[in-house]
């Protein structure tokens, strides 16, 4: 082979080697729970706890530092019948929703880790990051799952209010802490938590007030059924302007999990000037 060939070949070998190796990447899984608090569950109450999952990609930029970009999914749910407070209770207000999230958070070794040193396999970290995600509540009404957003049910986007209808996508801070273990050079378990702040206050619809309907179409009938379901095992308590959620804050989520990630090891480009290349 001639000098030329002979470094074109060892060049383009590199590049595809190149593409496939990653000093410090993993690939992994994790399975757990989701779980929601607002205007619904407002003492950590975990009895409408759903399932969480996800896929995500981790980068180390040393023993300390590594970014980690993920795609979860998540079922939240909360009823006014899990809460002790007799005005909850009356309301009588319940919802579920999915969430898809696109996470990017960086996390912070407490311990120096190395998957390929075993002294170093192991570490706490704490994570921050920014995250997209998407929800839609919904309520069962009649045997139907009823889509909550469409039917303003604090009036947001009637001619009856100033709100405008909330939008079904939103932002949120990613905070938790977690713990991994390299059992393997190639194979990284773990465990870990993570609140999401997110920026809106109607995961479960509720944020207000009850509204007034006082221009009624079909549609918005319907939306006042939704919006004040107290009647159902009480006198109605959906008087225009009465407290109906609180917007002091937002609501959060929560993703709970075990983790298996996959490292991809570095793949040393063969030396061109060694016998048999």
């Known amino acids: 082979m001639s000098p030329v060939k002979h470094w074109l070949s060892f060049i383009v070998l590199c590049l595809s080697i190149g593409n496939l190796s990653a000093q410090g990447l993993s690939i992994g899984v994790w399975v757990g729970i989701s779980n929601y608090f607002g205007d619904l569950n407002t003492t950590a109450n975990f009895e409408y706890?759903?399932?969480g999952t996800g896929?995500?990609?981790r980068k180390a930029f040393n023993t300390r530092f590594a970014y980690k970009g993920s795609i979860n999914y998540g079922?939240?749910?909360f009823s006014d019948e899990a809460n002790d407070n007799v005005y909850q209770k009356t309301r009588n207000l319940s919802f579920e929703s999915p969430i898809i999230e696109f996470s990017?958070?960086?996390e912070f070794n407490f311990f120096k880790f190395d998957v390929k040193e075993e002294k170093h396999?192991?570490?706490?970290y704490l994570l921050i990051g920014?995250?997209?995600f998407y929800f839609n509540p919904t309520t069962e009404l009649d045997g139907m799952q009823v889509r909550l957003q469409e039917y303003a049910t604090e009036g947001q986007g009637t001619e009856d209010s100033e709100k405008r209808k909330y939008t079904?996508?939103?932002f949120a801070v990613p905070m938790g802490f977690g713990f991994k273990y390299s059992f393997d050079p190639r194979w990284t378990l773990g465990l870990e938590g993570g609140i999401r702040k997110t920026f809106t206050d109607y995961l479960d619809d509720i944020s207000g007030t009850y509204p007034e309907f006082v221009n009624n179409t079909p549609d918005n009938s319907l939306g006042e059924r939704l919006s004040d379901r107290s009647s159902e095992v009480s006198e109605p308590i959906g008087l225009p302007g009465k407290q109906r959620g609180s917007n002091n804050r937002k609501d959060d989520y929560?993703?709970?999990g075990l983790s298996l990630s996959y490292n991809i090891l570095k793949v040393r480009c063969p030396d061109p000037s060694s016998k048999g290349f």
């Not at 396999?121 to 706490?124: E, K, L, Q, R, S």
């Open 130 to 132: 920014f995250s997209v």
């Open 121 to 124: 396999n192991f570490t706490p």
């Open 168 to 170: 079904r996508a939103s």
């Open 254 to 256: 929560l993703f709970v």
């Open 75 to 77: 079922k939240i749910a």
């Open 55 to 57: 896929i995500f990609l």
């Open 104 to 106: 990017n958070e960086l």
């Open 49 to 51: 706890a759903g399932p």
